[in-house]
Protein backbone atom coordinates (compact mmCIF):
# COMPACT_ATOMS: atom_id res chain seq x y z
CA UNK A 1 0.00 0.00 0.00
CA UNK A 2 1.61 3.33 -0.94
CA UNK A 3 1.10 5.47 1.86
CA UNK A 4 3.03 8.77 1.72
CA UNK A 5 2.20 10.30 5.07
CA UNK A 6 1.01 9.45 8.48
CA UNK A 7 0.17 11.10 11.58
CA UNK A 8 -1.13 10.02 15.24
CA UNK A 9 -2.63 12.38 17.59
CA UNK A 10 -2.91 11.59 21.17
CA UNK A 11 -1.31 8.04 21.01
CA UNK A 12 0.25 7.00 24.32
CA UNK A 13 3.07 9.25 24.60
CA UNK A 14 2.23 10.76 21.67
CA UNK A 15 0.65 14.09 21.06
CA UNK A 16 1.34 14.38 17.45
CA UNK A 17 3.29 12.22 15.51
CA UNK A 18 3.33 13.93 11.60
CA UNK A 19 5.53 11.95 9.22
CA UNK A 20 5.32 12.22 5.29
CA UNK A 21 8.01 9.41 4.09
CA UNK A 22 10.69 9.79 1.73
CA UNK A 23 12.14 6.98 0.45
CA UNK A 24 14.27 6.22 3.62
CA UNK A 25 12.76 7.56 6.38
CA UNK A 26 14.26 7.58 9.98
CA UNK A 27 12.80 7.93 13.41
CA UNK A 28 14.94 9.26 16.30
CA UNK A 29 14.33 9.94 19.69
CA UNK A 30 14.60 9.11 23.29
CA UNK A 31 13.20 6.48 24.76
CA UNK A 32 9.19 5.98 25.52
CA UNK A 33 8.94 8.66 22.65
CA UNK A 34 6.72 6.80 20.58
CA UNK A 35 8.39 5.74 17.50
CA UNK A 36 7.63 2.07 17.65
CA UNK A 37 4.08 2.90 18.52
CA UNK A 38 4.14 5.10 15.38
CA UNK A 39 6.10 2.05 13.19
CA UNK A 40 3.02 -0.39 14.64
CA UNK A 41 0.53 2.17 13.34
CA UNK A 42 2.34 2.20 9.95
CA UNK A 43 2.23 -1.67 9.44
CA UNK A 44 -1.42 -1.56 10.73
CA UNK A 45 -3.07 1.10 8.65
CA UNK A 46 -0.74 -0.65 5.82
CA UNK A 47 -1.98 -4.29 6.49
CA UNK A 48 -4.94 -4.55 7.83
CA UNK A 49 -6.44 -7.09 6.28
CA UNK A 50 -3.16 -9.64 6.65
CA UNK A 51 -2.97 -8.54 10.25
CA UNK A 52 -6.61 -9.38 10.88
CA UNK A 53 -6.33 -12.87 9.07
CA UNK A 54 -2.83 -13.65 10.53
CA UNK A 55 -4.47 -13.20 14.21
CA UNK A 56 -7.93 -15.54 13.39
CA UNK A 57 -5.84 -18.17 11.71
CA UNK A 58 -4.21 -18.54 14.45
CA UNK A 59 -7.14 -18.40 16.59
CA UNK A 60 -7.27 -14.84 18.24
CA UNK A 61 -10.35 -13.27 18.33
CA UNK A 62 -10.87 -9.98 19.71
CA UNK A 63 -14.54 -9.65 19.39
CA UNK A 64 -14.71 -6.57 16.83
CA UNK A 65 -13.35 -4.46 20.11
CA UNK A 66 -11.00 -2.31 19.64
CA UNK A 67 -9.46 -2.12 23.07
CA UNK A 68 -9.17 -5.86 22.48
CA UNK A 69 -7.22 -5.58 19.28
CA UNK A 70 -4.84 -3.18 20.48
CA UNK A 71 -4.09 -5.34 23.46
CA UNK A 72 -3.43 -8.46 21.05
CA UNK A 73 -1.89 -6.03 18.12
CA UNK A 74 0.85 -4.14 20.42
CA UNK A 75 0.79 -5.93 23.44
CA UNK A 76 -0.65 -6.31 26.78
CA UNK A 77 -2.17 -3.19 28.40
CA UNK A 78 -1.60 -1.64 25.34
CA UNK A 79 -4.84 -0.40 24.56
CA UNK A 80 -4.43 1.98 27.58
CA UNK A 81 -2.65 4.17 24.76
CA UNK A 82 -6.02 4.70 23.53
CA UNK A 83 -8.12 7.68 24.11
CA UNK A 84 -11.83 8.28 23.21
CA UNK A 85 -14.23 11.29 24.02
CA UNK A 86 -13.33 15.00 23.49
CA UNK A 87 -9.16 14.22 22.89
CA UNK A 88 -10.04 11.12 21.26
CA UNK A 89 -6.92 9.02 19.59
CA UNK A 90 -6.80 9.44 16.12
CA UNK A 91 -4.91 7.94 13.02
CA UNK A 92 -4.71 10.06 9.62
CA UNK A 93 -3.90 8.60 6.29
CA UNK A 94 -2.56 10.88 3.27
CA UNK A 95 -4.53 13.87 4.79
CA UNK A 96 -7.58 11.06 5.45
CA UNK A 97 -8.92 10.70 8.73
CA UNK A 98 -9.34 6.68 9.57
CA UNK A 99 -12.42 5.80 11.71
CA UNK A 100 -10.23 3.99 14.27
CA UNK A 101 -13.13 1.35 15.04
CA UNK A 102 -12.73 -0.13 11.57
CA UNK A 103 -9.22 -1.16 12.81
CA UNK A 104 -10.93 -4.13 14.37
CA UNK A 105 -13.31 -4.70 12.20
CA UNK A 106 -13.13 -8.03 9.83
CA UNK A 107 -13.85 -5.37 6.64
CA UNK A 108 -13.50 -6.64 2.82
CA UNK A 109 -9.61 -6.03 2.48
CA UNK A 110 -6.11 -7.66 0.99
CA UNK A 111 -4.86 -9.88 3.12
CA UNK A 112 -1.61 -9.71 1.36
CA UNK A 113 1.18 -7.44 3.45
CA UNK A 114 3.03 -4.83 1.57
CA UNK A 115 5.36 -3.65 4.82
CA UNK A 116 7.82 -6.61 6.46
CA UNK A 117 8.43 -5.40 9.57
CA UNK A 118 11.77 -6.73 11.81
CA UNK A 119 11.29 -5.83 15.47
CA UNK A 120 13.44 -4.45 17.96
CA UNK A 121 12.28 -7.68 20.04
CA UNK A 122 13.76 -10.08 17.42
CA UNK A 123 16.18 -11.92 19.22
CA UNK A 124 12.96 -13.60 20.87
CA UNK A 125 12.46 -15.24 17.09
CA UNK A 126 14.91 -17.43 18.15
CA UNK A 127 13.98 -20.19 20.95
CA UNK A 128 17.18 -22.34 21.60
CA UNK A 129 18.54 -21.61 18.05
CA UNK A 130 15.50 -22.09 16.31
CA UNK A 131 12.96 -19.88 15.17
CA UNK A 132 9.61 -20.06 17.15
CA UNK A 133 6.36 -20.34 15.68
CA UNK A 134 3.42 -17.51 16.11
CA UNK A 135 1.74 -20.01 18.54
CA UNK A 136 4.44 -19.90 20.44
CA UNK A 137 4.06 -16.60 21.79
CA UNK A 138 1.92 -15.52 24.20
CA UNK A 139 -1.43 -14.40 22.69
CA UNK A 140 -0.57 -10.97 24.74
CA UNK A 141 2.72 -10.81 22.98
CA UNK A 142 3.23 -8.07 19.99
CA UNK A 143 2.00 -8.71 17.11
CA UNK A 144 5.10 -7.67 15.24
CA UNK A 145 7.70 -9.86 16.99
CA UNK A 146 4.98 -13.21 16.38
CA UNK A 147 4.62 -12.26 13.03
CA UNK A 148 8.49 -11.83 12.44
CA UNK A 149 9.12 -15.22 14.01
CA UNK A 150 6.58 -17.28 11.89
CA UNK A 151 8.31 -15.55 9.04
CA UNK A 152 10.95 -16.70 9.67
CA UNK A 153 10.39 -19.99 10.77
CA UNK A 154 8.70 -20.31 7.29
CA UNK A 155 11.75 -19.53 5.49
CA UNK A 156 13.80 -21.92 7.64
CA UNK A 157 11.22 -24.64 6.88
CA UNK A 158 10.73 -24.08 3.34
CA UNK A 159 13.27 -22.36 1.69
CA UNK A 160 16.27 -23.10 3.75
CA UNK A 161 15.26 -25.67 6.14
CA UNK A 162 17.73 -28.46 3.50
CA UNK A 163 20.48 -26.51 3.61
CA UNK A 164 23.37 -26.81 6.18
CA UNK A 165 24.96 -23.47 5.63
CA UNK A 166 22.77 -20.65 5.94
CA UNK A 167 25.78 -18.17 5.64
CA UNK A 168 28.18 -17.81 3.60
CA UNK A 169 25.51 -18.80 0.91
CA UNK A 170 26.45 -18.10 -2.56
CA UNK A 171 22.95 -17.57 -3.88
CA UNK A 172 22.24 -14.89 -1.07
CA UNK A 173 23.58 -11.77 -1.03
CA UNK A 174 26.45 -10.67 -3.36
CA UNK A 175 29.60 -11.99 -2.54
CA UNK A 176 30.68 -8.11 -1.49
CA UNK A 177 28.16 -8.13 1.59
CA UNK A 178 29.23 -11.95 2.43
CA UNK A 179 33.05 -10.43 2.68
CA UNK A 180 31.87 -7.44 4.66
CA UNK A 181 29.98 -9.97 7.25
CA UNK A 182 32.22 -12.53 7.51
CA UNK A 183 34.46 -10.14 8.25
CA UNK A 184 32.89 -7.69 10.90
CA UNK A 185 29.53 -9.71 12.22
CA UNK A 186 30.93 -13.65 11.98
CA UNK A 187 34.21 -13.13 12.84
CA UNK A 188 35.16 -15.93 9.91
CA UNK A 189 32.14 -18.59 11.73
CA UNK A 190 29.99 -19.89 9.33
CA UNK A 191 26.06 -20.46 9.86
CA UNK A 192 24.89 -23.62 9.82
CA UNK A 193 21.78 -25.63 10.58
CA UNK A 194 22.89 -28.50 13.07
CA UNK A 195 20.82 -31.45 14.85
CA UNK A 196 21.05 -31.73 18.29
CA UNK A 197 19.63 -35.21 19.45
CA UNK A 198 16.34 -35.13 16.75
CA UNK A 199 15.86 -31.05 16.84
CA UNK A 200 17.41 -28.80 14.11
CA UNK A 201 19.10 -25.74 15.51
CA UNK A 202 21.15 -23.02 14.03
CA UNK A 203 24.61 -23.17 15.03
CA UNK A 204 28.07 -21.29 14.46
CA UNK A 205 31.01 -23.13 12.99
CA UNK A 206 33.99 -22.21 12.60
CA UNK A 207 35.05 -25.31 9.42
CA UNK A 208 32.98 -27.93 8.61
CA UNK A 209 35.14 -30.09 11.45
CA UNK A 210 34.98 -27.65 14.19
CA UNK A 211 32.42 -27.80 17.00
CA UNK A 212 29.46 -26.23 16.43
CA UNK A 213 28.37 -23.16 18.62
CA UNK A 214 24.44 -23.29 20.11
CA UNK A 215 23.29 -20.27 20.44
CA UNK A 216 23.35 -19.30 24.12
CA UNK A 217 27.18 -19.30 23.09
CA UNK A 218 26.83 -16.61 20.46
CA UNK A 219 28.02 -12.55 21.05
CA UNK A 220 25.02 -10.54 21.81
CA UNK A 221 25.45 -9.17 18.39
CA UNK A 222 25.44 -12.50 16.57
CA UNK A 223 22.16 -13.31 18.34
CA UNK A 224 20.43 -9.48 17.32
CA UNK A 225 21.94 -9.73 13.54
CA UNK A 226 20.84 -13.54 13.01
CA UNK A 227 17.12 -12.96 12.86
CA UNK A 228 18.04 -9.66 10.76
CA UNK A 229 20.20 -11.59 8.13
CA UNK A 230 16.72 -14.05 8.05
CA UNK A 231 14.59 -11.06 7.09
CA UNK A 232 17.13 -10.28 4.48
CA UNK A 233 16.87 -13.39 3.32
CA UNK A 234 12.93 -13.33 3.02
CA UNK A 235 13.52 -9.81 0.86
CA UNK A 236 16.02 -10.79 -1.42
CA UNK A 237 14.88 -14.00 -2.35
CA UNK A 238 17.58 -15.69 -4.81
CA UNK A 239 15.46 -15.88 -7.68
CA UNK A 240 16.26 -12.99 -10.09
CA UNK A 241 13.20 -10.76 -8.58
CA UNK A 242 14.08 -7.73 -6.65
CA UNK A 243 11.58 -7.63 -4.06
CA UNK A 244 9.56 -10.58 -2.32
CA UNK A 245 5.89 -10.62 -3.56
CA UNK A 246 3.92 -7.62 -2.80
CA UNK A 247 6.58 -6.00 0.06
CA UNK A 248 6.82 -2.60 -0.54
CA UNK A 249 8.13 -1.74 2.93
CA UNK A 250 10.58 -2.71 5.17
CA UNK A 251 10.57 -1.54 8.46
CA UNK A 252 13.85 -2.19 10.57
CA UNK A 253 13.48 -1.45 14.59
CA UNK A 254 17.56 -0.42 15.54
CA UNK A 255 18.91 -1.91 13.18
CA UNK A 256 22.39 -1.34 15.12
CA UNK A 257 21.39 -3.27 18.30
CA UNK A 258 24.41 -4.90 20.09
CA UNK A 259 26.57 -4.47 17.25
CA UNK A 260 29.96 -2.87 16.73
CA UNK A 261 30.21 0.65 13.91
CA UNK A 262 31.68 -1.33 11.56
CA UNK A 263 29.18 -3.99 11.34
CA UNK A 264 26.69 -1.69 11.43
CA UNK A 265 28.13 -0.05 8.67
CA UNK A 266 27.68 -3.51 6.37
CA UNK A 267 24.21 -3.30 7.85
CA UNK A 268 23.27 -0.27 6.30
CA UNK A 269 24.84 -1.15 3.33
CA UNK A 270 22.34 -3.59 2.72
CA UNK A 271 20.03 -0.81 3.57
CA UNK A 272 21.23 0.33 0.58
CA UNK A 273 20.89 -2.44 -1.39
CA UNK A 274 17.28 -2.63 -0.42
CA UNK A 275 15.91 0.71 -1.09
CA UNK A 276 18.23 -0.01 -4.66
CA UNK A 277 15.84 -3.43 -5.38
CA UNK A 278 12.89 -0.27 -4.61
CA UNK A 279 11.86 -1.24 -1.23
CA UNK A 280 10.90 1.70 0.78
CA UNK A 281 12.69 1.39 3.78
CA UNK A 282 11.73 2.96 7.51
CA UNK A 283 14.32 2.88 10.60
CA UNK A 284 14.09 3.73 13.78
CA UNK A 285 17.64 4.17 15.75
CA UNK A 286 19.54 5.28 18.55
CA UNK A 287 22.76 5.22 16.48
CA UNK A 288 24.80 8.46 14.97
CA UNK A 289 26.60 6.42 12.97
CA UNK A 290 23.04 5.62 10.81
CA UNK A 291 22.29 9.37 10.56
CA UNK A 292 26.29 9.64 9.44
CA UNK A 293 25.44 7.25 6.62
CA UNK A 294 22.03 9.60 5.76
CA UNK A 295 23.74 12.53 5.79
CA UNK A 296 26.15 11.85 3.60
CA UNK A 297 23.65 10.41 1.34
CA UNK A 298 21.42 13.29 1.84
CA UNK A 299 24.58 15.53 0.98
CA UNK A 300 25.80 13.77 -1.93
CA UNK A 301 22.03 14.27 -3.57
CA UNK A 302 22.44 17.84 -3.07
CA UNK A 303 25.40 18.45 -4.27
CA UNK A 304 24.35 16.05 -7.48
CA UNK A 305 28.27 14.69 -6.41
CA UNK A 306 29.91 11.70 -7.83
CA UNK A 307 27.46 8.76 -6.76
CA UNK A 308 30.35 6.32 -6.01
CA UNK A 309 31.47 8.57 -3.61
CA UNK A 310 28.81 6.55 -1.52
CA UNK A 311 31.14 3.90 -1.89
CA UNK A 312 33.95 5.13 -0.16
CA UNK A 313 31.39 5.92 2.94
CA UNK A 314 31.13 1.92 3.11
CA UNK A 315 34.69 1.99 2.18
CA UNK A 316 33.82 -0.82 -0.41
CA UNK A 317 35.54 -1.55 -4.30
CA UNK A 318 33.69 0.38 -6.65
CA UNK A 319 32.71 -2.66 -8.83
CA UNK A 320 30.31 -2.60 -11.36
CA UNK A 321 27.21 -3.76 -9.51
CA UNK A 322 27.91 -1.63 -6.48
CA UNK A 323 28.12 1.43 -8.73
CA UNK A 324 24.82 1.08 -10.10
CA UNK A 325 23.34 0.46 -7.06
CA UNK A 326 25.14 3.96 -5.54
CA UNK A 327 23.74 5.90 -8.58
CA UNK A 328 20.30 4.65 -7.89
CA UNK A 329 20.17 5.14 -4.02
CA UNK A 330 21.68 8.53 -4.64
CA UNK A 331 18.33 9.85 -6.39
CA UNK A 332 16.60 8.55 -3.49
CA UNK A 333 14.74 11.09 -0.93
CA UNK A 334 15.55 10.60 2.83
CA UNK A 335 14.05 12.21 5.60
CA UNK A 336 14.48 11.97 9.09
CA UNK A 337 12.21 12.96 12.02
CA UNK A 338 12.75 13.58 15.61
CA UNK A 339 10.35 12.12 18.59
CA UNK A 340 10.90 14.96 21.16
CA UNK A 341 9.52 14.47 24.81
CA UNK A 342 6.76 16.58 24.63
CA UNK A 343 5.05 14.02 22.42
CA UNK A 344 5.62 16.32 19.09
CA UNK A 345 7.51 15.18 16.23
CA UNK A 346 10.35 17.51 14.30
CA UNK A 347 11.57 16.94 10.34
CA UNK A 348 15.11 16.92 10.79
CA UNK A 349 15.75 15.55 7.74
CA UNK A 350 18.69 18.19 6.79
CA UNK A 351 21.00 16.92 9.93
CA UNK A 352 22.70 20.78 9.93
CA UNK A 353 25.38 19.94 12.59
CA UNK A 354 25.36 24.12 12.68
CA UNK A 355 21.62 24.44 12.92
CA UNK A 356 20.69 26.67 15.38
CA UNK A 357 17.97 24.68 16.04
CA UNK A 358 19.49 22.10 19.06
CA UNK A 359 17.05 19.32 17.95
CA UNK A 360 18.72 19.13 14.57
CA UNK A 361 22.12 20.13 15.49
CA UNK A 362 22.22 17.49 17.97
CA UNK A 363 20.95 15.21 15.34
CA UNK A 364 17.93 14.52 17.94
CA UNK A 365 20.26 14.22 20.48
CA UNK A 366 22.03 11.33 19.01
CA UNK A 367 25.15 13.78 18.59
CA UNK A 368 24.28 16.16 21.59
CA UNK A 369 26.52 13.89 24.16
CA UNK A 370 29.50 14.39 21.66
CA UNK A 371 28.77 17.91 21.48
CA UNK A 372 28.98 18.51 25.19
CA UNK A 373 31.88 16.66 25.52
CA UNK A 374 33.84 18.47 23.12
CA UNK A 375 32.40 21.69 24.79
CA UNK A 376 33.84 20.40 28.27
CA UNK A 377 37.11 19.38 26.82
CA UNK A 378 37.95 22.49 25.41
CA UNK A 379 36.79 24.12 28.11
CA UNK A 380 39.51 22.01 30.42
CA UNK A 381 41.98 22.10 28.01
CA UNK A 382 41.97 26.49 28.21
CA UNK A 383 41.84 25.98 32.15
CA UNK A 384 45.27 27.63 33.27
CA UNK B 1 38.32 48.59 29.67
CA UNK B 2 40.77 46.23 30.21
CA UNK B 3 40.51 44.73 26.23
CA UNK B 4 41.56 48.09 25.35
CA UNK B 5 44.40 48.93 27.08
CA UNK B 6 45.44 45.32 26.22
CA UNK B 7 45.21 46.66 22.53
CA UNK B 8 47.34 49.81 23.27
CA UNK B 9 49.83 47.58 24.81
CA UNK B 10 50.24 45.50 22.37
CA UNK B 11 52.74 45.98 19.39
CA UNK B 12 51.84 45.45 15.86
CA UNK B 13 47.92 46.26 16.88
CA UNK B 14 48.26 49.15 18.97
CA UNK B 15 46.09 51.62 16.52
CA UNK B 16 43.68 48.81 15.67
CA UNK B 17 41.11 48.82 18.28
CA UNK B 18 37.65 49.45 17.15
CA UNK B 19 34.00 50.00 19.62
CA UNK B 20 31.83 46.92 19.50
CA UNK B 21 32.60 44.65 16.87
CA UNK B 22 33.53 47.07 14.31
CA UNK B 23 36.84 45.56 13.76
CA UNK B 24 34.97 42.86 12.11
CA UNK B 25 33.93 42.67 8.22
CA UNK B 26 29.90 43.11 7.72
CA UNK B 27 29.49 39.37 7.01
CA UNK B 28 31.44 38.31 9.76
CA UNK B 29 30.07 40.65 12.67
CA UNK B 30 26.61 39.47 11.28
CA UNK B 31 27.95 35.77 12.57
CA UNK B 32 28.75 36.78 16.13
CA UNK B 33 25.57 37.66 18.22
CA UNK B 34 25.35 39.18 21.73
CA UNK B 35 22.13 39.95 23.78
CA UNK B 36 23.47 42.83 25.07
CA UNK B 37 25.56 44.53 22.63
CA UNK B 38 27.35 46.85 25.72
CA UNK B 39 28.76 43.84 26.59
CA UNK B 40 30.94 43.70 23.62
CA UNK B 41 33.86 46.60 24.97
CA UNK B 42 35.69 46.82 21.71
CA UNK B 43 37.07 44.21 18.81
CA UNK B 44 40.68 44.08 16.58
CA UNK B 45 40.98 42.56 13.16
CA UNK B 46 44.82 40.68 14.10
CA UNK B 47 44.86 39.17 10.24
CA UNK B 48 44.53 42.38 9.02
CA UNK B 49 46.74 44.53 11.62
CA UNK B 50 50.19 41.83 11.94
CA UNK B 51 49.38 40.95 7.67
CA UNK B 52 52.47 42.94 6.95
CA UNK B 53 54.63 42.04 9.71
CA UNK B 54 53.72 38.73 9.71
CA UNK B 55 52.29 37.92 5.95
CA UNK B 56 53.26 33.83 5.44
CA UNK B 57 52.42 33.53 9.17
CA UNK B 58 48.25 31.72 9.70
CA UNK B 59 47.26 34.60 11.40
CA UNK B 60 43.94 34.51 12.92
CA UNK B 61 40.98 36.55 12.51
CA UNK B 62 39.98 38.52 15.25
CA UNK B 63 39.85 39.31 19.04
CA UNK B 64 36.56 40.48 20.89
CA UNK B 65 36.58 41.93 24.01
CA UNK B 66 33.17 41.14 26.29
CA UNK B 67 32.59 41.78 29.87
CA UNK B 68 30.72 39.10 31.70
CA UNK B 69 29.62 40.70 35.48
CA UNK B 70 32.75 42.24 36.71
CA UNK B 71 35.32 40.22 34.62
CA UNK B 72 36.21 41.48 30.82
CA UNK B 73 37.62 38.63 28.80
CA UNK B 74 39.62 38.29 25.31
CA UNK B 75 37.61 35.97 22.80
CA UNK B 76 39.13 34.94 19.71
CA UNK B 77 37.20 34.47 16.63
CA UNK B 78 38.22 32.60 13.40
CA UNK B 79 36.03 33.19 10.14
CA UNK B 80 37.06 30.15 8.27
CA UNK B 81 34.95 27.16 6.02
CA UNK B 82 33.49 24.16 8.28
CA UNK B 83 35.15 21.26 6.98
CA UNK B 84 37.42 18.42 7.41
CA UNK B 85 39.51 20.14 4.67
CA UNK B 86 40.06 23.18 6.72
CA UNK B 87 41.32 21.20 10.06
CA UNK B 88 44.85 21.49 9.69
CA UNK B 89 44.59 25.11 8.75
CA UNK B 90 42.38 25.81 11.71
CA UNK B 91 45.02 23.42 14.36
CA UNK B 92 47.50 25.83 13.16
CA UNK B 93 46.09 29.07 12.95
CA UNK B 94 45.03 28.14 16.53
CA UNK B 95 48.88 27.47 17.42
CA UNK B 96 49.64 30.78 16.03
CA UNK B 97 47.24 32.15 17.76
CA UNK B 98 48.92 30.70 21.21
CA UNK B 99 51.98 31.39 20.10
CA UNK B 100 51.47 35.33 19.43
CA UNK B 101 49.49 35.44 22.85
CA UNK B 102 52.44 33.80 24.84
CA UNK B 103 55.41 35.73 23.37
CA UNK B 104 54.26 39.42 21.93
CA UNK B 105 50.48 39.88 23.42
CA UNK B 106 50.42 38.88 27.17
CA UNK B 107 47.86 41.77 28.47
CA UNK B 108 46.08 40.12 25.34
CA UNK B 109 47.16 36.93 26.89
CA UNK B 110 46.09 37.49 30.70
CA UNK B 111 42.43 38.31 29.77
CA UNK B 112 42.21 35.32 27.56
CA UNK B 113 40.32 31.83 29.16
CA UNK B 114 37.98 29.72 27.45
CA UNK B 115 37.35 32.08 24.32
CA UNK B 116 38.78 30.21 21.14
CA UNK B 117 36.32 29.53 18.53
CA UNK B 118 35.86 28.75 15.22
CA UNK B 119 32.63 30.27 13.16
CA UNK B 120 31.61 28.76 9.78
CA UNK B 121 31.56 30.75 6.64
CA UNK B 122 28.39 30.57 4.46
CA UNK B 123 28.16 27.07 3.23
CA UNK B 124 27.75 23.73 5.32
CA UNK B 125 29.36 22.95 8.62
CA UNK B 126 30.49 19.21 7.39
CA UNK B 127 32.13 18.56 10.59
CA UNK B 128 30.04 16.30 13.29
CA UNK B 129 30.26 16.53 17.06
CA UNK B 130 31.05 12.88 17.17
CA UNK B 131 33.82 12.62 14.24
CA UNK B 132 37.23 12.60 14.82
CA UNK B 133 37.92 16.19 13.78
CA UNK B 134 35.90 17.76 16.39
CA UNK B 135 37.43 15.98 19.37
CA UNK B 136 40.91 16.90 17.41
CA UNK B 137 39.30 19.87 17.71
CA UNK B 138 38.15 19.93 21.24
CA UNK B 139 41.52 18.42 22.35
CA UNK B 140 43.39 21.77 21.91
CA UNK B 141 41.01 23.87 23.52
CA UNK B 142 38.92 24.89 20.15
CA UNK B 143 34.95 25.16 19.86
CA UNK B 144 33.09 24.88 17.26
CA UNK B 145 32.54 25.06 14.36
CA UNK B 146 28.91 26.81 14.62
CA UNK B 147 27.30 29.14 12.81
CA UNK B 148 26.87 31.60 14.70
CA UNK B 149 28.92 32.55 18.27
CA UNK B 150 26.25 33.48 20.33
CA UNK B 151 28.20 35.62 23.38
CA UNK B 152 27.22 35.52 26.74
Not at chain 1, 99 to 112: G, I, N, Q, W
Amino acid sequence: MNIASLKLERIGQIKTADVTFGDLTVLVGPQGTGKSIFLQFLKLAADTGYVHDQLRKHGIDWNRSLPEFLDVYLGEGMREIWHNGDSASTVTVDNQLIDATDLAKPLHRSKKASVFYIPAQRVLSLANGWPRPFTAFSSEDPFAVRDFSETFRILMEQELGRTETLFPKTNRLKKEYRDLLSQHVFGGFGLRVDRHGSQKRLVLRHTDTSKPIPYMAWSAGQREFVPLLMGLYWLMPPAKVKRRGEIEWVVIEEPEMGLHPNAISVVLLLVMELLWRGYRVCLSTHSPHVLDVVWALRTIHQRNADTTRLLDVFEVGKTEPLKRLAEEVCKKETRVYYFDRNGLTKDISSLDPGSQDVSEAGWGGLSEFSGRVNDVVASVVNQR
Amino acid sequence: MKFKRAVELTPGVKACYRPGLQALSKNDAKRISCENPRQLTGSINVDHALQSAQPQANRWDYGIGLQRGENETAVWVEVHPASSASISDMLNKLEWLKNWLRSEAPEFRKLTGDGFYWVSTEGPIAITPNSTYAKQLASVGLHGPMRVLNLK
